[in-house]
C-alpha cells in the first residue's frame, strides 16, 4: 500500500486483516485503505468509515484548539485549493465527506483524486474512488494535510461487509463503496449504516467505543413508497440519532426518498428489524446529510438533497406522526410535514458548533464552496 | 494583429519569471515513479555542495494550473542527499496532468531553472513492429533565425494528441533554463486539419514594439544567443504511442528583421523545359506555411497552373513542378501581399507597424504579379 510504504517509517505496529467476516474483530491499528465516511466521538475522535476494509478507524486527534466560537468558512473555490495542494486538476478533486470538529471547529475532507470517474447523474464518490487524503481546513482558511497513517489509531473490523459484486443498475459500479455509507457517535457507541454480505443486506452497525472488538449487527427492512414494497438491500443514505421521551431512535433516510425511524434500542446483534416508514420526500433524489439542530426552542432535522431543495422536520412532527406509509404515495411525498428551504448543489453538510452548519455546495459556476450558514436561517 | 483579448491575458500572466545568466550549471529533471520513488521525484543537479542545504527551499513544484493562478506548491518533502536536492510529492504524479517545476537558483547565484512536464504517459496502445510517431520537420528549417521570429512549425510523421500540447514542448536557452511564456498557449495547440502540423506561435504582444507585455517582458528571444527548441518524449500520437525520445532542434538567434520581403529582388527563372519547375529565389526565408499557398502562377488568361508546390533551401526557394507540361507563350507569378516573412513582415507592412507606416523597402503592397514566359 502507498500511505504505508510512505508512512513506514512512522507507523504503529498494525495487524493486518486476511479477509472479510472470518477474522475475528480487532481493535489493533489496521491500515487505512479508504476513507468513506467521517464522523467526530468524544475528546478529539475522528471515526474514519474505511468501506475498502470493511473497517472502522478511530484516530485520536490529539490536543486540540480550544473551541473558536463564531467561526465561519468562506471558501470559494476549495477543490481548486485542494488541488493546487495534492498535485492534481480542480476537476479531479472529489470530497467524499465532511465533518466539523466540535471542539476546534475546524472542518475535516475525506478526498480522492477521482471525480473524474464520475460519470453519472447517481454515482455517490465512494461507488467510484477509494477516499486517500484526509484534508483539515482550519478557521483561518488554511489548508493541512492530516498524515493518518502516523496518528495513533485504534481500529475495529465490520463484520461481514458486503463483497464486491457488481452494483444492480448503476454500470460499471459495485457495492462494496456502500459498506458503510454514514456515521454517528451516541451513547457511547459508533453507528455505522451501509450493506452486509447477509440475506438482508441493509445494516446498521453499533459499535462500542473505545472499541473491544465487539460490533453488533443489525439487517434493516423498510417501505420503500417509490417502489410500494418492502425493501431491504438498499442502504441507509443518511441518518442521525435521536431521543424522543428518553428513547433513543435513528432517523434515516433512502434514495428516492423514504425517510423512516427505527428504535435504536433494538439494534441488538443478528437481529433483523424493521424500520417504520414516517415520510415520502420525492422521488429522483437521494438525501446528502442529515443534522438536527434548534431553533425557537424545538428542535428540527435538517436534510441537504441531491435533487430537491433542503428540508426540515419538526421533531414534534415526528413525535406525533402515529402512521406507518406501506402503500406507494402519489407523487411520492406522503407523511410528516415538511417546510423546504432554498439551497441546491449541496454535498456535504455538517454542524458547526450549536449555532451554525458548514456545508459544501456546487456554485453555479461549476466552483464548490466551502460556506457556514446560521441555524436561524433554517 | 494582437486581439484585445490575448493582450488582456498577456497582461495578466506577466511575471518577472525570465531566465538569468547563471554561474553554476545546475540541471532540473524529472524523474518518472520508480521502486526507489515511488510517487515520482524532481531532481536538481549540479549544485554546488556547500549549497545543497539552501537549495531544497528554492524548488517548487507545483500543477501547471496552481501555477497559472499563482497558487501554491504540491504537498511534498525536498531531501538533498548524494549531491542532489530531490522533490518528492505526497501523491503520486499523475499522468494527465500537467505540472511545473522551477528552481529559483538565482537566490544562490545559481541558474533560475524551469519547466514544464507530464509525469507519466498513459496507458498506451502501442502496436508491436509500427514505427514510433517522429518528428519530422521543424520551420524555419534553417540553422539562423531573427530574434522576433513569429512562429514555428512542427511536423509529425502521424496524427498527434492535441491535449494538453504546451506541456510536451518547451524552448530552452543555452543555459539550458526555459524560456518562459515564449508561446500563446491555446488549450489545445493550432493543429492542420490532420493535426500533423503544429504550430507555434511566439507572443505577438512581446515581440510588437512598445505593447504592455514587450514593455514588461521584452521579446522570448535574445539575439546573439542559441535557443533549442524540445518536444517532449511523452508525446503521443493519435494511437497512443509515445514519440520515444525527445525532439530537440537548435538554432542561433540573430538581429530583429525589421523589413519587409521584396518580391521586386527574387530572382525568377523561368522553366526550362516543359517538365521543368518554375523556380524562385526570395530575397529572405518567407514563412514556410504560407509559401506553399500564398504564391500562385496562372497564365495571361487567368487558369491556374496546377502543380507540386516545394519550399526549400532554408524557405528562401520556390518551386513549381507543372502537372500538365509548360506550354509556350506568358505565366505571370502571384505574390498573395499578406505573405509573411519568418518575423510576420509582409511586403507592404512591418509586423509592429500600421499600413500607412509603409516599409522601408517600399515593396509593392496589393496583390503583384511577376511575368515569365515558357518558350520550349
Given at each position: 500500500m502507498k500511505l504505508t510504504c510512505w508512512l513506514a517509517p512512522f507507523l504503529v505496529p498494525c495487524v493486518a486483516f486476511a479477509g472479510d467476516g472470518a477474522q475475528p474483530a480487532s481493535k489493533a491499528a489496521a491500515d487505512v485503505a479508504s476513507i468513506s465516511a467521517l464522523a467526530f466521538g468524544p475528546d478529539g475522535v475522528l471515526f474514519l468509515g474505511d468501506s475498502r476494509a470493511g473497517a472502522v478507524h478511530a484516530l485520536d486527534l490529539g490536543e486540540r484548539d480550544a473551541p473558536s466560537e463564531g467561526t465561519r468558512y468562506a471558501m470559494l473555490d476549495i477543490e481548486a485549493r485542494i488541488a493546487a495542494l495534492v498535485g492534481t486538476k480542480e476537476a479531479d478533486v472529489m470530497i467524499h465527506d465532511l465533518a466539523a470538529d466540535p471542539r476546534s471547529r475546524a472542518v475535516y475532507l475525506a478526498v480522492s483524486r477521482g471525480r473524474a470517474k464520475q460519470t453519472m447523474e447517481w454515482h455517490i464518490p465512494n461507488e467510484v474512488a477509494d477516499a486517500d487524503i484526509l484534508i483539515r481546513v482550519v478557521p483561518d482558511g488554511s489548508i493541512e494535510l492530516v498524515e493518518y497513517g502516523a496518528m495513533k489509531r485504534t481500529s475495529v473490523k465490520l463484520p461481514n461487509p458486503t463483497d464486491d459484486h457488481a452494483h444492480l443498475w448503476k454500470p460499471d459500479t459495485t457495492v462494496r463503496g456502500d459498506a458503510i455509507t454514514d456515521m454517528a457517535f451516541v451513547d457511547g457507541h459508533l453507528l455505522v449504516s451501509g450493506l452486509s454480505?447477509?440475506?438482508?443486506?441493509a445494516v446498521l452497525w453499533r459499535v462500542p467505543y473505545p472499541f473491544d472488538g465487539k460490533v453488533a449487527s443489525t439487517t434493516l427492512e423498510i417501505f420503500h413508497g417509490a417502489h410500494g414494497e418492502y425493501e431491504t438491500y438498499a442502504p441507509i443514505r443518511a441518518f442521525v440519532p435521536y431521543d424522543f421521551d428518553g428513547e433513543p431512535y435513528v432517523l434515516a433516510s433512502y434514495l428516492c426518498t423514504p425517510f423512516v425511524e427505527f428504535e435504536a434500542n433494538a439494534l441488538q446483534d443478528a437481529e433483523h428489524i424493521r424500520g417504520r416508514t414516517i415520510a415520502e420526500l420525492g422521488s429522483g433524489n437521494y438525501p446528502v446529510d442529515m443534522i438536527v439542530y434548534s431553533k425557537g426552542g424545538e428542535d428540527r432535522v435538517l436534510i441537504a438533497n441531491s435533487n430537491l431543495p433542503m428540508m426540515i422536520l419538526k421533531t414534534a412532527d415526528i413525535a406525533s406522526f402515529d402512521g406507518e406509509l406501506t402503500t406507494e404515495p402519489d407523487g411520492y411525498i406522503a407523511g410528516v410535514p415538511y417546510e423546504v428551504r432554498s439551497g441546491t448543489g449541496i454535498t456535504q453538510m455538517d454542524r458547526l458548533g450549536d449555532d451554525a452548519i458548514v456545508m459544501l455546495q456546487r456554485m453555479s459556476n461549476g466552483k464548490l464552496q466551502l460556506a457556514t450558514w446560521s441555524t436561524e436561517r433554517f | 494583429m494582437v486581439d484585445r483579448t490575448l493582450l488582456a491575458a498577456l497582461l495578466a500572466v506577466a511575471t518577472s519569471g525570465c531566465a538569468t545568466p547563471r554561474t553554476g550549471a545546475p540541471t532540473l529533471t524529472f524523474e518518472a515513479p520508480n521502486a526507489a520513488h515511488p510517487t515520482g521525484s524532481v531532481v536538481v543537479q549540479g549544485v554546488p555542495d556547500a549549497k545543497l542545504d539552501a537549495a531544497r527551499a528554492l524548488l517548487v513544484v507545483r500543477t501547471q494550473e496552481s501555477r497559472d493562478a499563482d497558487g501554491p506548491a504540491i504537498f511534498g518533502t525536498t531531501t538533498s542527499d548524494g549531491g542532489v536536492v530531490r522533490y518528492e510529492p505526497r501523491f503520486a504524479f499523475l499522468s494527465g496532468v500537467a505540472y511545473h517545476a522551477e528552481f529559483r537558483g538565482t537566490e544562490l547565484g545559481l541558474a533560475h531553472l524551469a519547466r514544464t512536464f507530464h509525469a507519466a504517459v498513459r496507458p498506451g496502445t502501442e502496436r508491436a513492429g509500427e514505427p514510433a510517431p517522429r518528428v519530422v520537420a521543424v520551420h524555419p528549417s534553417g540553422a539562423r533565425v531573427p530574434a522576433n521570429l513569429l512562429r514555428m512549425y512542427v511536423t509529425f510523421s502521424e496524427p498527434m494528441r492535441?491535449?494538453?500540447?504546451h506541456a510536451f514542448v518547451r524552448v530552452l536557452d543555452d543555459d539550458g533554463a526555459e524560456v518562459e511564456q515564449a508561446f500563446v498557449e491555446f488549450e489545445h495547440g493550432i493543429w492542420d486539419d490532420a493535426r500533423r502540423r503544429l504550430t507555434l506561435l511566439f507572443h505577438p504582444g512581446r515581440l510588437k514594439r512598445g505593447v504592455g507585455p514587450n514593455l514588461r517582458m521584452g521579446p522570448p528571444l535574445e539575439a546573439g544567443r542559441r535557443y533549442t527548441l524540445v518536444i517532449d518524449d511523452a508525446l503521443r500520437d493519435e494511437l497512443g504511442r509515445p514519440l520515444g525520445a525527445s525532439f530537440e532542434k537548435s538554432f542561433v538567434v540573430e538581429a530583429d528583421d525589421r523589413s519587409s520581403p521584396d518580391p521586386r529582388r527574387w530572382t525568377v527563372t523561368a522553366p526550362v523545359a516543359a517538365g521543368a519547375p518554375l523556380d524562385v529565389a526570395l530575397d529572405e526565408p518567407l514563412d514556410h506555411a504560407l509559401l506553399s499557398r500564398m504564391l500562385t502562377v496562372t497564365n495571361v488568361a487567368g487558369e491556374p497552373v496546377v502543380g507540386d508546390v516545394r519550399v526549400g533551401d532554408g524557405e528562401t526557394r520556390w518551386t513549381l513542378a507543372p502537372k500538365e507540361p509548360w506550354r509556350a507563350g506568358e505565366y505571370i507569378l502571384w505574390v498573395d501581399p499578406a505573405l509573411e516573412d519568418l518575423a510576420g513582415n509582409t511586403p507592404g507592412q512591418l509586423f509592429d507597424r500600421g499600413p500607412i507606416e509603409r516599409s522601408a523597402s517600399g515593396a509593392p503592397r496589393g496583390p503583384f504579379g511577376m511575368p515569365f514566359s515558357f518558350s520550349p
Amino acid at each position: 500500500m502507498k500511505l504505508t510504504c510512505w508512512l513506514a517509517p512512522f507507523l504503529v505496529p498494525c495487524v493486518a486483516f486476511a479477509g472479510d467476516g472470518a477474522q475475528p474483530a480487532s481493535k489493533a491499528a489496521a491500515d487505512v485503505a479508504s476513507i468513506s465516511a467521517l464522523a467526530f466521538g468524544p475528546d478529539g475522535v475522528l471515526f474514519l468509515g474505511d468501506s475498502r476494509a470493511g473497517a472502522v478507524h478511530a484516530l485520536d486527534l490529539g490536543e486540540r484548539d480550544a473551541p473558536s466560537e463564531g467561526t465561519r468558512y468562506a471558501m470559494l473555490d476549495i477543490e481548486a485549493r485542494i488541488a493546487a495542494l495534492v498535485g492534481t486538476k480542480e476537476a479531479d478533486v472529489m470530497i467524499h465527506d465532511l465533518a466539523a470538529d466540535p471542539r476546534s471547529r475546524a472542518v475535516y475532507l475525506a478526498v480522492s483524486r477521482g471525480r473524474a470517474k464520475q460519470t453519472m447523474e447517481w454515482h455517490i464518490p465512494n461507488e467510484v474512488a477509494d477516499a486517500d487524503i484526509l484534508i483539515r481546513v482550519v478557521p483561518d482558511g488554511s489548508i493541512e494535510l492530516v498524515e493518518y497513517g502516523a496518528m495513533k489509531r485504534t481500529s475495529v473490523k465490520l463484520p461481514n461487509p458486503t463483497d464486491d459484486h457488481a452494483h444492480l443498475w448503476k454500470p460499471d459500479t459495485t457495492v462494496r463503496g456502500d459498506a458503510i455509507t454514514d456515521m454517528a457517535f451516541v451513547d457511547g457507541h459508533l453507528l455505522v449504516s451501509g450493506l452486509s454480505n447477509e440475506e438482508f443486506a441493509a445494516v446498521l452497525w453499533r459499535v462500542p467505543y473505545p472499541f473491544d472488538g465487539k460490533v453488533a449487527s443489525t439487517t434493516l427492512e423498510i417501505f420503500h413508497g417509490a417502489h410500494g414494497e418492502y425493501e431491504t438491500y438498499a442502504p441507509i443514505r443518511a441518518f442521525v440519532p435521536y431521543d424522543f421521551d428518553g428513547e433513543p431512535y435513528v432517523l434515516a433516510s433512502y434514495l428516492c426518498t423514504p425517510f423512516v425511524e427505527f428504535e435504536a434500542n433494538a439494534l441488538q446483534d443478528a437481529e433483523h428489524i424493521r424500520g417504520r416508514t414516517i415520510a415520502e420526500l420525492g422521488s429522483g433524489n437521494y438525501p446528502v446529510d442529515m443534522i438536527v439542530y434548534s431553533k425557537g426552542g424545538e428542535d428540527r432535522v435538517l436534510i441537504a438533497n441531491s435533487n430537491l431543495p433542503m428540508m426540515i422536520l419538526k421533531t414534534a412532527d415526528i413525535a406525533s406522526f402515529d402512521g406507518e406509509l406501506t402503500t406507494e404515495p402519489d407523487g411520492y411525498i406522503a407523511g410528516v410535514p415538511y417546510e423546504v428551504r432554498s439551497g441546491t448543489g449541496i454535498t456535504q453538510m455538517d454542524r458547526l458548533g450549536d449555532d451554525a452548519i458548514v456545508m459544501l455546495q456546487r456554485m453555479s459556476n461549476g466552483k464548490l464552496q466551502l460556506a457556514t450558514w446560521s441555524t436561524e436561517r433554517f | 494583429m494582437v486581439d484585445r483579448t490575448l493582450l488582456a491575458a498577456l497582461l495578466a500572466v506577466a511575471t518577472s519569471g525570465c531566465a538569468t545568466p547563471r554561474t553554476g550549471a545546475p540541471t532540473l529533471t524529472f524523474e518518472a515513479p520508480n521502486a526507489a520513488h515511488p510517487t515520482g521525484s524532481v531532481v536538481v543537479q549540479g549544485v554546488p555542495d556547500a549549497k545543497l542545504d539552501a537549495a531544497r527551499a528554492l524548488l517548487v513544484v507545483r500543477t501547471q494550473e496552481s501555477r497559472d493562478a499563482d497558487g501554491p506548491a504540491i504537498f511534498g518533502t525536498t531531501t538533498s542527499d548524494g549531491g542532489v536536492v530531490r522533490y518528492e510529492p505526497r501523491f503520486a504524479f499523475l499522468s494527465g496532468v500537467a505540472y511545473h517545476a522551477e528552481f529559483r537558483g538565482t537566490e544562490l547565484g545559481l541558474a533560475h531553472l524551469a519547466r514544464t512536464f507530464h509525469a507519466a504517459v498513459r496507458p498506451g496502445t502501442e502496436r508491436a513492429g509500427e514505427p514510433a510517431p517522429r518528428v519530422v520537420a521543424v520551420h524555419p528549417s534553417g540553422a539562423r533565425v531573427p530574434a522576433n521570429l513569429l512562429r514555428m512549425y512542427v511536423t509529425f510523421s502521424e496524427p498527434m494528441r492535441a491535449r494538453d500540447i504546451h506541456a510536451f514542448v518547451r524552448v530552452l536557452d543555452d543555459d539550458g533554463a526555459e524560456v518562459e511564456q515564449a508561446f500563446v498557449e491555446f488549450e489545445h495547440g493550432i493543429w492542420d486539419d490532420a493535426r500533423r502540423r503544429l504550430t507555434l506561435l511566439f507572443h505577438p504582444g512581446r515581440l510588437k514594439r512598445g505593447v504592455g507585455p514587450n514593455l514588461r517582458m521584452g521579446p522570448p528571444l535574445e539575439a546573439g544567443r542559441r535557443y533549442t527548441l524540445v518536444i517532449d518524449d511523452a508525446l503521443r500520437d493519435e494511437l497512443g504511442r509515445p514519440l520515444g525520445a525527445s525532439f530537440e532542434k537548435s538554432f542561433v538567434v540573430e538581429a530583429d528583421d525589421r523589413s519587409s520581403p521584396d518580391p521586386r529582388r527574387w530572382t525568377v527563372t523561368a522553366p526550362v523545359a516543359a517538365g521543368a519547375p518554375l523556380d524562385v529565389a526570395l530575397d529572405e526565408p518567407l514563412d514556410h506555411a504560407l509559401l506553399s499557398r500564398m504564391l500562385t502562377v496562372t497564365n495571361v488568361a487567368g487558369e491556374p497552373v496546377v502543380g507540386d508546390v516545394r519550399v526549400g533551401d532554408g524557405e528562401t526557394r520556390w518551386t513549381l513542378a507543372p502537372k500538365e507540361p509548360w506550354r509556350a507563350g506568358e505565366y505571370i507569378l502571384w505574390v498573395d501581399p499578406a505573405l509573411e516573412d519568418l518575423a510576420g513582415n509582409t511586403p507592404g507592412q512591418l509586423f509592429d507597424r500600421g499600413p500607412i507606416e509603409r516599409s522601408a523597402s517600399g515593396a509593392p503592397r496589393g496583390p503583384f504579379g511577376m511575368p515569365f514566359s515558357f518558350s520550349p
